[in-house]
């Protein structure tokens, strides 16, 4: 049966690359965001995995806990995390490591002379994938969620298409979005919903086409929803 807006997130239990998690005791009260990818390794999911570590910072100031999906082995998501971080370096100040951990990786790997005489602004540094990626050899999540493609009744081992859902802290659906594996996602915009969602949530209000309060010129101007009466209406 396909998920709806309003649907309980179903739960379950998976490896990942952070250890075992069981679904809703690892989203505690936060709000949540599970994305799919077609494969490990491939170079869309990785540019897609790259902007996400880039955008956990806004996705922490939003009380929202990322994980991701792909039906390879936690081994597989290991080594493309090695790729991940070749490929799609971040900039200085915006990675999810401490000045420790980033002050022992560098001792490992340069003498401390050469540290010494390193500028301030030169990164020595890897960027790390700080969020969980699930491996789903198995599909269980992948159907539970309804992420297999319609191919895949012909195919043995299909492949997740690009799904996002969105989560409240009650567990509910609050947004669902279907890629195909050709088009990465569009980060901004996934931000922009969960403004959205927890404006709406928690005011009677709507917003409309193109409301984005991160992007500068947009419209910031919000939209009174139909159930409140005009007298009420009058107040705001
Ligand atoms: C990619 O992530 O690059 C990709 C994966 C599956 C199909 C097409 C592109």
Known sequence: MSLRIGDTAPDFEAETTKGPIKFHQWLGDSWGVLFSHPRDHTP?????????????????????????????????????IEDIKETQGVPEGEQSVTCLERLSCGL??????????LPPSISVFEMTVAFPII???????????????KESADVKMPATVRSVFI???????????????????????????????????????????NWNTAAPGAS????????????VSLMY
């Not at 490992?108 to 005489?117: G, K």
């Not at 491996?135 to 493609?149: G, I, K, W």
């Open 108 to 117: 490992q790997t340069y003498s401390s002379a050469f540290i010494l005489f």
């Open 220 to 231: 910031t101007d919000v939209v009174i929803v139909p159930t409140v009466s005009n007298e």
């Open 167 to 209: 989560l409240k802290p009650d567990k509910t659906i609050a947004l669902q979005l279907v890629y195909p594996a050709s088009t990465g996602r569009n980060f901004d915009e996934i931000i922009r919903v969960i403004d959205s969602l927890q404006l709406t949530s928690y005011h009677k209000v709507a917003t409309p086409a």
């Open 44 to 80: 869309v999911c990785t540019t897609e995995l790259g902007t996400v570590q880039k955008y956990l910072p806004k996705f922490e100031e939003r009380n929202t806990k990322v994980i991701a999906i792909s039906c390879d082995e936690v081994d597989v998501h290991g080594s493309w």
């Open 135 to 149: 491996a789903d050899p198995s599909r269980t999540v992948a159907q539970l969620y309804n992420m297999l493609p």
